[in-house]
Nanobody
């Protein structure tokens, strides 16, 4: 069973930075792709960034391009999301996920999900 645990969320002001981490336990496959997603109450969960196992293919939502960076440390079994120049509209619960067979921002492609970490950006 794959388990994911996010950390690193918090409250920052506009323009600030945060780095989210997602620690993985259990059996995963080299073919799995990884992603970060976010959700605000009353809205659908949306894809933020996705990466393959070798970090050779990466995809970002247009809303975060140039500000967010997804990365993986295979040795530490940890997925990261560096978020810079944060805006109030980035406020959401952030989730990491894996189990997809492709690099995609589509929520339905992922099998395993963490519990989320809250990010709040104040103006």
């Amino acid at each position: 069973q794959v388990q994911l645990e996010e950390s690193g969320g918090g409250s920052v002001q506009t323009g600030g930075s945060l780095r989210l981490s997602c620690e993985v336990s259990g059996n995963t496959y080299a073919s799995y792709r990884w992603g970060w997603f976010r959700q605000v109450p009353g809205k659908e969960r949306e894809g933020v960034a996705s990466i393959n196992a070798f970090s050779t293919t990466i995809s970002y939502a247009d809303s975060v391009k140039g500000r967010f960076t997804i990365s993986r440390d295979s040795a530490k079994r940890t997925l990261y999301l560096q978020m810079n120049n944060l805006k109030p509209e980035d406020t959401a619960m952030y989730y990491c996920a894996t189990g997809s067979s492709e690099v995609t921002l589509w929520v339905g492609a992922y099998k395993y999900w963490g519990q989320g970490t809250q990010v709040t950006v104040s103006s």
